[in-house]
Every structure is written in structure tokens, then in C-alpha cells.
């Protein structure tokens, strides 16, 4: 049966170009395009129609549909097969950096054995397909040298397409399924995959309800993460930025390499779950309305997830075990649990790109070299199939310690805001108590209430939200800290619960389920074996040990245990069932807080349960949770133990000689012990003294990161604001009006933090609170005329006084000229001051356009001041570079500390001023703006050709295209006096260094050519 072109349209639509669907540019162009694609396929068709619709997709349709005839179904589901690859976007990749096609042709070849008499052969096919979409792209870019230049400058895509052309050439060691059984094991997987991951258990007084995912689950907000070094501190949201977080659902069709991030209970493993509920329902929602245009491609690749703390479990059992061994036995059951059949399956689907790769769990490997050995077989096995997008859910708290390479962009999951905490304690409390909307919008008004003053922050994390909800919806208040949540939660659960119900456990009453559950806990925690689950004559063996300890008749504890046996794997709720006769804690915070209960009970005292069991994992970041919650455990409602508390650490700290990291680990676990510890203020501020001297200390020496933990302290103490607040601009007075030092420079630092801490040194995102800025508001007011006079006479305290005040930018530049900007900066320095001339250029633009966003900096210049700043700068900077000594002045390290800030200025260049027209590019102060930006650019891509070699992507060739771009809008600047001809020839440097690259011989093009 022939197939119309109507069919084909909605497959080749996102084939051939996805997104870059504009207008024919004439009948010429399109007469070119066919020519090239007949010439491909062989064939030379006699009459050519006219026809101007949907022109990407009629490029080829016409061709093989209209001038061949030779569409049916079967080449409709191939082609429609070929979308759901990772073909097309290779393609396109390879065709906008100039890569040898080639390497896509075994897949394509794979795909093409699968399936029975296609009317042309595979290499006429594929090379219609490349040249489809090569001439629609190079058309799609207006100027030529655009194109070339791309393709020029793709050094940052190198890595990528390395890996991406690897995979798709190993296409052509398989062999092929059959298409239609291939098929059918898809769906038939993606069902299963459904089936498995459709509901969510809630507890309720009747009992275990199965609640749809998509009825009780809020779709999470994710936020990128810049660097490594930009990851957040646990139990922190990601700094706020000028981007507002990624929603889920873009989230999930864009992704390629992702960790996601995110605090205990944040909801990391709930979105693996929604991720693969969505990805495989919509492929079998698809099966039955196949090639309907409302399916993104990217919904309908499948998602396989691995559970990395089973995973090694298994390996421990059989270190051969592989990746690639577990996915099998994920799938071989719907292979007739055939594994030939389940790996040739796996082959394809992974080379091909039609699957997801879940990992979820990577902080669950507890041992660090452990974890380090995991995150590199990730690594392996997502380099080997590059074609499939990788996502990795981990705990902020160690990951640090065992990264993944920078291949994976990091998102953190942003906590619940008030109207998801809200909207969420709406939903769970109807599928808890079984009631109608709104009676459930009405207790839901009251549980935020009561929980608004004690547990507000805790509400902002999912489990202890839902934990909360439990409570209050059984006992109709909630308690007031962490500890009595997680205790009131457990005895909920396994005491109460089933005498609500009418069932009555009969086992022996003279001793503490919860004593019970710390020695299974201590047992478990830390065995990376126990933690993913225990059989059933484990939890026998243990609890016999525990009861012989307990009685002295030994019969007594073998039917103590047998009856504790069938408590736990019947319906206890603290662990649960997760495979036929295996059984875990039902959350690992049930696990931490039952381990740090053990640990609490058996240290014998507060001090020694700080200076026996927790400091060493303390200064080390490790048990963050378990340590925090032992310690208000011991201290619970006691001001005395709080005082011992405080006592134990503080004198570790005066003893200690820890490396500066292990220092900071150390200090934010004492700023943060402040929010429980109840202490009389004379106590308080021996704590404060202590943390603020050490801060600056470490700040001045290690790490500006220290200010996180100033804010830490006044977070913790909000209910003591006034006095912590008071204390800390008194300690800082003395340093701020004393000699220079690195402490003075930090405190300073410290004080123009607008929004807690620091800018990062390579995001530039600000922090979320506004604390340390408010709290030193006296301060600054105090210290900014004695900063004036010393800005006035030394180039660094005129940079320091710029940060934290943020005026008399122009006074200080007549003074200091380039030395002021462009001077030496240590990673010492906050990144606002060592990228001081990308906030002065970019706040300049933004006045000239009459903006009054603060995208970049806090700076704020009028017309006039920004016009004077602006020639003073490019004036400057245009004899620097006349006298050849550009090097001398804009440093290597001055720039790489800055470098993002490239690709973010080249947006004010395209932008439109208030009155919404297009900014006139020959202005006078436009035409300085952009000099001193190509000088910057220039100076980014001459160090980018230093480090070039160590293989270090600093920026430069992603802004090359935007650079280029405008150069049509500039050209009227170009040759018109001495600035103009020096942004000419920075200009064909540019050129001629980026073509150098791809090993070609271009310029830009002349002034108005």
C-alpha cells in the first residue's frame, strides 16, 4: 500500500530539521536541494513541482514520494524508526562541524537490515537523508562564513562526536532483530517498565493504598549547576541565578549527560521513578496511534534503570558482573528469559539511541573508593553507548568526593516552594485520610499552620513533608524537632498502627522496638551488602544475637525472634519488602535515624559521643545526617547537655590541627548544631567568637567559601538574630578599621556579601539569602569613608571599596586607569572583583539601553557615566593593543577566572532597547562597548590556545558563532577611525584563528561587503 505524503510529513518533519523550519528563500534554492538528493538516491526525475509547503520535509518526500512513488508502510516505519534514533541528531551535528558522515552509516545500515524490501538501497537512503539535512542547514544560516565558521570552531563539540561516532560505528558488528520483533520486545519492556513504576505505596489507617505517581506527585524544578566547584552546600537550594530553574518536562527531552543532586528524601529516586512511569507509557500510547505529530521523538526512547547499591551487591557476590549484566536480567523476562535474545536487543537499542540510562543512587556506595570505582564504570558504559542520553541521581553530601566527569551537566532539585508544599500536603492528606478535595484543602490549611513556625524548612524536603502529614493526620498535631518526627513516625508505624486497625501483635512487652530497630540499624548501616537488603534468616540470625543478649533462657529469644521475624516482614513499616523474601529500611532516613539513636545510647554521654563517634566523620563531611541527629537526640529539650555539646566541640576545635577543609567540614557542622543546641548566651557567644575568628582565618588563607558558614550561624540562630548579629559586626569592627591584611581583605569580603557569601568564581550566581549582607548593613556604613581614603591612594583598596559599595566606579578608574580592572586576582578575591571589567562593561550596555535588570552586577551608571567609563576603558585598551602589549596587561589567569562571562555579554549585543527598537550599532558608545568585548573575546581565545592541549573548553568557541553573527549589524563600525580599524583586524585574528583550527584558510568578510 502506497503511503501519501500526508503520512510521512509528521517523520521526516523532526528527520531532516528539527527547529529550523524557516521559509524557502526561493524556488532556486529548492530546485538545488532535489537535485543534490536524486543525485544521492541515483534516480534524475524529469518534472520537478513547484510545490512551496513544508519546505525541510518535502526536500526529500518529493524526491522519493512524489517524483519516485515509492513510499509504503514499510518505508513509513522505517523512517519513523529512524527518527526515534539518536541518526538524525548525529547527522545534524556532524553536518554543522564538518565530521566525516560516515560514522553514522553503520547504525542507519542496522536499522536498515531490520526491515524487507526498501525501495532503494541503505547508502542511497542515508546519503539523502545527510544531504537533506547538510543543505537545509547550510541554507537555514543566511552569511556563508557562518556556516564555515561553525564548522570551523566546533572544537567544544570534539569530545562528544568522538564518542557519539564510536557508538554508531560498532552498529556494524550486529546483527539486526527482525524490525517487527524488535518492535514487539519494545513495547512489551516499555509495559513492563510502566506497570512497574505506576504507583506510589501510602500508608492510611486502612491499611496500604496504591496511589498513581501521576496523582501524588509533583513534577520536580531542576536547576543547573556551573562547576564542580559550584555544587551547594547539603540541605542548601541552589543559588538563584538570572535562569529560572529547568521545568521537568524540558528537562526531560533535553538532557544528555545529567547528576541530579539533591538533599535525603529531596525526591532524586521519585523522579527516576517518574521518568521511567512517562517515558514508557508514552511509547505505549504511541504504539496505538503510531506517528501521531503531538509524540516528541525524545518520549519514546526507553528508560532502563540500574539501582546502583544492587548493582554492587551483585558485584560483591561476582565481581565479572557487569552494567550491561544488569540491564539483562532487568529485561530477559520479557525475552522468554532468553539472554541472547535480551543482550541482542540491548545492543541495538543502546548503539541506536533509543534508550534512557538511569542510575540512580550513586551516594549510596558508601566507601569512597567504592563509589570513585562506580562513577567510573558509569562513565565507561555511557561513553560506549554516547548515543543514549545518561541520567545519575546522587546526595549532595559526598559527591564531591567521587564525581563525574564533566561530560555530566549537574542539576540540583529544587526544594518544595510554598505552594508545592501546599499543593502536596493537599494530595497526600486525601490519599492518607480517604477524604473528599475540600476537606483535605482544609486540614491541609490547618497541618501548614501548626507546622509553619517548628518545621517550616522541613516542610521544603518531600519525605519529611509526607513523614509530617502521617503524624498530623494520626495524631492531629506535629511534634516540634527532627528526631521526635522520625521517633513519632516510627511509632506510628510499628506500635500503634495496628491496634488502630484492630490487630494485635502478641510478642514480648518487656522490651523497646525501638532499641530493637537501633541494633538492627548498627547492624546494617555502612555494609554496602546490608543497606540494599536483607533476607529473612539474616533478620533471623540478628534478632536471635539480640534477644540471647537480652534473656537468659535461650528459648525464650528463638521465639522472641521468630515472633519479630513475622512482625517485620509482615507489616511493620519501618522495613519493608523489596524483593521475595528480602527486606530494607522502607526510607534511609528511618535507617539514620535508628543507627544515630544507637549511637547515642551506647556512647555513654554527650561529650563522648562527639569525641568518640562523630568527629572523625564530621571533619571528613561524612554522616552529615546520623551526626546531626544523634546530637539532638542527646540534647533533646536539655540545656545542660546542650552546653556539654557545645563544650565538646568547641574544645575539639581549640585542640585540633585539621587541613583547611576538614576545618570548614567542621565549623558548618558547629554553625549548623546552633539551630537545636539551647544554650545560655554567654555559651552563644563563645561559640560565635570561636566560628567568626576561624572563618576568617580560613578565608583569609583557603577558601572564600567560609563565608557560607557566617551565614550558616545566622540562619541557624534566626531566633537570636539581634544578639549573633550584634556579636558578629563587633568582631568585625576592630579588623575593619585596622592595617591592610589578607584578614581585613576577607572581612571586607565578608561585609559587601550581598547575598550570603560569595559570587561564584565561575557561574557568578548569587547565593539565595540575603543574611550576611543585612547583618553587616552598620558595618558598612561605619567603614565606608575610611575605605574611601584608602581606595583613594591604593589600586587594591579601590577594588575592594568598588565591591562592596558600588560607586565612584568612574573616580577610581581616572585614578588607576587599566591596573584597577585588569589587575593580578587570587582565588581569593570574590569573582565580581577578579571579573571587574565584564560587570563594568556589561552594567555600561545596560545603561546606554536603559536597562534596570541586575543580570550581571549591582552596578548602576547613568548615560554619562557609563559613556565616560566606556572611553576611558576602550581608549585605553586601544593603545595597549596598538603598542602590542595586550598580554601584559589582560593576564591568563585573569581572564580563565572570567571566562564565562564571554558567552553571557554577547546577549547585549543582540538586545533592543526600552522602547523596544534595535539598538543603532554605529552609536559612538555601542562602538566602544563592542571593542573592549572583541578585545576581551580575543584575549579569552589567545589563552584558550595555551591550554589547548590539556583539552580545557573555556567558552570561547561557543561565543565564536554569536560573535559572527552580528558582524553584519557591526560592519558600519568597522574602518571608520583608529578603534574601528583595530576591531577590524581583532576581527580577521579572530577569523583566522578559528579557521586554523579545521586547518582552513578564511577571513570575515571586508566592511560592508
Not at 65 to 82: H, I, M, R, S
Not at 539 to 565: G, H, I, P, Q, T
Not at 668 to 695: C, G, H, N
Not at 794 to 805: G, L
Request: net charge neutral.
Amino acid at each position: 500500500m502506497t503511503v501519501g505524503v500526508e503520512i510521512v510529513t509528521g517523520i521526516l518533519g523532526s528527520i531532516i530539521y528539527d527547529g529550523l523550519k524557516r521559509p524557502y528563500k526561493g524556488l532556486v534554492d529548492a530546485v538545488a536541494r532535489r537535485k543534490n538528493i536524486n543525485r544521492a538516491l541515483g534516480t534524475q526525475p524529469d518534472l520537478i513541482s513547484k510545490s512551496n509547503a513544508n519546505p525541510a520535509i518535502q526536500d526529500i518526500i518529493k524526491v522519493i514520494g512524489n517524483d519516485n512513488g515509492l513510499y509504503d508502510t514499510n518505508v513509513a516505519t522505517f523512517l519513523e524508526e529512524v527518527e526515534r534514533s539518536a541518526i538524525p541528531d548525529a547527522l545534524k551535528q556532524f553536518a554543522l562541524c564538518g565530521h566525516d558522515s560516515s560514522a553514522v552509516f553503520p547504525a542507519f545500515d542496522l536499522i536498515y537490515k531490520s526491515y524487507d524490501l526498501l525501495p532503494f538501497s541503505s547508502k542511497a537512503l542515508f546519503e539523502a537523508l545527510f544531504v537533506a539535512i547538510s543543505t537545509r542547514l547550510e541554507q537555514a544560516v543566511e552569511e556563508k562564513v557562518l556556516f564555515e565558521a561553525f564548522k570551523a570552531h566546533s572544537g567544544d563539540l570534539a569530545s562528544r562526536i568522538d564518542a557519539l561516532s564510536a557508538c554508531l560505528r560498532n552498529a556494524g558488528s550486529l546483527y539486526p532483530l527482525p524490525a517487527s520483533q524488535f518492535a514487539d520486545l519494545r513495547i512489551k519492556i516499555a509495559k513492563g517498565v510502566e506497570n512497574g513504576n505506576r504507583q506510589i505505596n501510602v500508608e492510611t489507617t486502612q491499611g496500604t493504598r496504591k496511589v498513581n505517581i501521576l496523582k501524588l506527585v509533583i513534577p520536580a524544578r531542576l536547576n543547573a549547576v556551573g562547576s564542580k566547584a559550584d555544587i551547594p552546600s547539603p540541605h542548601r537550594d541552589y543559588p538563584y541565578s538570572k535562569q529560572q530553574s529547568t521545568g521537568y518536562v524540558p528537562f526531560r527531552r533535553a538532557f544528555n549527560r545529567a547528576v541530579i543532586l539533591g538533599d535525603p528524601g529531596g525526591g532524586k529516586s521519585t523522579l527516576t521513578q517518574l521518568l521511567c512511569y512517562d517515558l514508557a507509557s508514552q511509547i505505549g500510547l504511541e504504539s496505538t496511534t503510531p506517528r501521531h505529530p503531538l509524540f516528541d521523538s525524545r518520549d519514546l526512547c526507553l528508560p532502563l534503570k540500574v539501582v546502583l547499591r544492587t548493582l554492587e551487591k551483585r558485584q560483591q557476590q561476582n565481581p565479572s558482573y557487569s552494567i550491561f549484566d544488569y540491564f539483562i536480567d532487568e529485561i530477559k523476562v520479557y525475552c522468554d528469559n532468553n539472554e541472547d535474545i535480551a543482550s541482542q536487543f540491548l545492543k541495538q537499542l543502546f548503539t541506536l539511541g533509543e534508550g534512557i540510562l538511569l542510575f540512580d543512587g550513586l551516594d549510596e556506595i558508601l566507601d569512597i573508593g567504592s563509589r570513585r570505582a562506580m562513577a567510573g564504570l558509569i562513565e565507561q558504559f555511557t561513553h560506549a553507548y554516547a548515543s543514549c542520553p545518561s541520567l545519575v541521581t546522587s546526595r549532595i553530601v559526598g559527591y564531591r568526593d567521587a564525581p563525574l566527569s564533566e561530560e555530566f551537566q549537574a542539576f540540583t532539585l529544587s526544594r518544595f516552594n510554598t505552594d508545592e508544599v501546599r499543593k502536596f500536603s493537599e494530595l497526600l492528606i486525601r490519599a492518607v485520610a480517604g477524604v473528599t478535595l475540600a476537606e483535605a484543602k482544609k486540614k491541609a490549611v490547618e497541618f501548614l499552620r501548626q507546622t509553619e513556625a517548628a518545621a517550616g524548612d522541613l516542610r521544603e524536603n518531600p519525605l519529611l513533608l509526607g513523614l509530617m502529614v502521617y503524624i498530623f493526620n494520626a495524631r492531629g498535631e506535629v511534634p516540634s524537632n527532627r528526631p521526635e518526627i522520625y521517633k513519632e513516625c516510627s511509632l506510628l508505624m510499628f506500635e500503634k498502627w495496628d491496634q488502630r486497625r484492630g490487630i494485635i501483635f502478641q510478642f514480648p512487652a518487656d522490651f523497646d522496638l525501638l532499641d530493637l530497630f537501633g541494633y538492627l540499624a548498627a547492624e546494617i548501616f555502612g555494609n554496602a551488602e546490608t543497606e540494599d537488603g536483607v533476607s529473612e534468616s539474616w533478620l533471623s540470625d540478628r534478632l536471635r544475637s539480640f534477644f540471647n543478649m537480652w534473656y537468659e533462657d535461650r528459648a525464650r529469644s528463638v521465639a522472641a525472634a521468630k515472633v519479630l521475624v513475622e512482625f517485620i516482614t509482615g507489616r511493620a513499616w519501618v522495613m519493608c519488602e523489596i524483593g521475595p523474601g528480602v527486606f530494607k529500611f522502607t526510607h534511609r532516613t528511618f535507617l539514620e535515624y535508628f543507627f544515630a539513636r544507637r549511637l547515642e545510647e551506647e556512647a555513654g554521654g554527650v561529650a563522648p559521643l562527639i569525641q568518640s563517634r562523630l568527629i572523625s566523620k564530621v571533619v571528613d563531611a561524612q554522616w552529615d545526617v546520623v551526626s546531626h541527629l544523634a546530637v539532638q537526640i542527646a540534647t533533646f529539650r536539655s540545656g545542660p547537655k546542650s552546653v556539654q555539646a557545645l563544650d565538646a566541640l568547641l574544645k575539639y576545635g581549640l585542640d585540633a590541627r585539621n587541613e583547611p577543609k576538614q576545618e570548614l567540614n567542621f565549623l558548618t557542622f558547629v554553625a549548623r548544631a546552633l539551630e537545636y543546641l539551647t544554650v545560655p548566651e554567654s555559651t552563644l557567644r563563645e561559640a560565635v567568637d570561636f566560628i567568626f575568628s576561624r572563618v576568617v582565618h580560613l578565608g583569609s588563607v583557603f577558601n572564600l567559601e567560609a563565608i557560607e558558614v557566617i551565614h550558616d550561624v545566622l540562619n541557624s540562630c534566626s531566633r537570636r538574630h539581634g544578639y549573633v548579629g550584634t556579636r558578629l559586626v563587633q568582631l568585625a569592627k576592630p579588623i575593619l578599621h585596622g592595617t591592610s591584611s589578607p584578614a581585613r581583605s576577607f572581612t571586607l569580603y565578608m561585609i559587601g556579601a550581598r547575598n550570603s557569601g560569595y559570587r561564584s568564581q565561575r557561574s557568578g550566581f548569587y547565593a539565595p539569602s540575603a543574611l550576611v549582607w543585612e547583618t553587616f548593613e552598620r558595618s558598612r556604613i561605619e567603614t565606608k569613608k575610611d575605605q574611601w581614603e584608602r581606595a583613594k591612594i591604593d589600586a587594591v583598596e579601590a577594588r575592594s571599596y568598588i565591591y562592596v559599595y558600588n560607586d565612584n566606579i568612574v573616580e577610581l578608574y581616572e585614578r588607576f586607569k587599566l591596573p584597577l580592572v585588569f589587575m593580578f586576582s587570587s582565588s581569593l578575591v570574590p569573582f565580581t572583583i577578579g571579573a571587574l571589567p565584564y560587570f563594568i562593561v556589561a552594567a555600561a550596555v545596560s545603561a546606554l539601553q536603559k536597562r534596570s535588570d541586575r543580570n550581571y552586577s549591582e552596578f548602576s551608571f547613568n548615560r554619562e557615566q557609563a559613556s565616560a567609563i566606556l572611553s576611558m576603558l576602550s581608549e585605553d585598551l586601544l593603545r595597549i593593543w596598538q603598542e602590542d602589549r595586550l598580554g601584559e596587561v589582560i593576564t591568563d589567569s585573569q581572564i580563565w577566572r572570567a571566562h564565562g562571562l564571554i558567552d553571557e555579554m554577547m546577549g547585549l549585543f543582540h538586545l533592543k532597547d526600552a522602547s523596544g527598537k534595535k539598538i543603532r550599532h554605529d552609536d559612538e558608545a555601542m562602538a566602544k562597548a563592542f571593542f573592549i568585548y572583541i578585545i576581551l573575546f580575543w584575549s579569552e581565545l589567545r589563552m584558550e590556545k595555551l591550554v589547548e592541549r590539556n583539552r580545557v573548553n573555556i567558552g570561547s568557541d561557543r561565543a565564536a558563532s554569536h560573535l559572527l553573527s552580528i558582524l553584519v549589524d557591526y560592519s558600519a563600525l568597522l574602518d571608520k577611525n583608529e578603534m574601528g580599524k583595530a576591531t577590524r583586524e581583532l576581527l580577521d585574528a579572530i577569523s583566522a584563528s578559528l579557521t586554523d583550527k579545521n586547518r582552513k584558510k578564511r577571513t570575515l568578510p571586508k566592511a560592508g561587503a
